[in-house]
């Protein structure tokens, strides 16, 4: 994955719901290459507000087979970058945009027959949309089971969308719209998800035997619910994938805990980083390495800096650190050394990272 921006013109905003806008890019022939990208993976935006250079990350709600770029940026109370993108941005204007990014999918196997299940609230359906999609038009044989949480109808975001799909793959897709603030005439369709209603949805509409991947994005506490649910039905922990959009961040508790055990500490901090390297100080079990290293000029490649994305990940060469939030790293590679550097508090005399690795 590139850590360089690129400037991409918006070819088109539409709104999905009064509070969702779907950019489109128009990406250059010559950079279509760079830009090529899996279903469920991400792009990072990044655009001058108020005179503050501010980036986020926002799913791909399009398929790769549709040689489209389109990302879904609902709009958040005080959000500087969502605020900006539904009340400020126009077509014509140009955003600068790094490379797909992203891990939140499983690749396309057209030789087998598979069911997949998805679990989506709110804005986590952008990326599970761009995989449904996929999956359908590429594998044959594949059905799709869709479970899709909002307030009300008017805030489901990708509804004309999701339909369509289910009218072209009427025999192999579902979907399950569920509402927290309206009134359904089904009870497992009313309320938010649950523990209940998982285990009804597991005797009445699937059958955990039969499901291959499952696939999950939204808000931290349905996403580690679900988690908990399957792994207790014994579903293999390679089947269960999953995309936080909002986390809880660092543990406040944690942090102040490291702070207080290694105060009075330095440590000697090395970053190793496009074939150069730059060298600070930072007290033991305070700033993580990421913002330690904005603090001091540094030009690293991150976006959420919430332990999810990924994009500040890279190996812990020497030195030891307090990880306080992974939701990105994979086993083999934390016990390979890497590290989300967002996350990583120095603790430690001397620390070198490598982002390069």
């Not at 990072?44 to 389109?70: F, H, M």
């Amino acid at each position: 994955m590139s850590d360089k921006f690129h400037k991409l013109k918006v070819s088109e905003i539409e709104k999905s719901t009064p509070d969702c806008s779907i950019i489109s890019f128009d990406v250059p022939q010559e950079l279509q290459g760079q830009f090529a990208f899996k279903q469920g993976q991400y792009l990072t935006l990044q655009a001058k507000i108020n005179g503050e250079e501010v980036r986020r990350s926002y799913s791909l709600c399009s398929s790769p087979l549709d040689n489209e770029w389109k990302v879904g940026i609902k709009k958040i109370e005080e959000g500087k970058f969502s605020t900006f993108a539904n009340e400020v941005l126009k077509v014509g204007e140009e955003l600068e945009v790094m490379p797909p990014n992203g891990k939140f999918f499983v690749e396309v196997d057209k030789s087998k027959q598979k069911n997949y299940v998805a679990f989506a609230a709110g804005s986590g359906i952008t990326p599970i949309f761009s995989i449904i999609k996929t999956h359908l038009l590429a594998e044959p044989n594949a059905t799709f089971k869709l479970f899709y949480i909002n307030p009300t109808v008017v805030s489901i975001i990708l509804k004309e969308e999701l339909e369509a799909l289910k009218n072209q793959f009427m025999s192999r897709f579902e979907v399950f719209y569920f509402l927290t603030q309206e009134h359904r005439n089904v009870p497992l369709l009313k309320g938010r998800l649950s523990e209940e209603k998982m285990e009804i949805i597991f005797k009445t509409v699937c059958d955990v035997n039969q499901i291959d991947e499952y696939f999950s994005c939204g808000p931290e506490p349905m996403i580690l619910m679900i988690r908990d649910f399957l792994l207790k039905k014994e579903v293999a922990k390679e089947k269960i994938h999953f995309e936080l959009f909002t986390t809880a961040g660092s543990n406040v508790e944690a942090k102040k805990k490291v702070a207080q055990t290694f105060k009075g500490k330095v440590a000697d901090v090395t970053i190793l980083e496009g074939g150069k390297s730059m060298n600070f100080k930072v007290e033991q079990g305070s700033d993580n390495i990421l913002d330690a290293a904005l603090k001091n000029a540094a030009d690293l490649p991150f976006a959420c800096k919430g332990g999810v994305c990924c994009t500040c990940r890279a190996k812990l060469i020497e030195g030891n650190v307090e990880v306080l939030v992974n939701y990105g790293l994979e086993e083999e590679e934390i016990e390979q050394g890497y590290i989300l550097t967002c996350q990583a508090i120095p603790t430690s005399e001397k620390i070198v990272v490598d982002f390069d690795s």
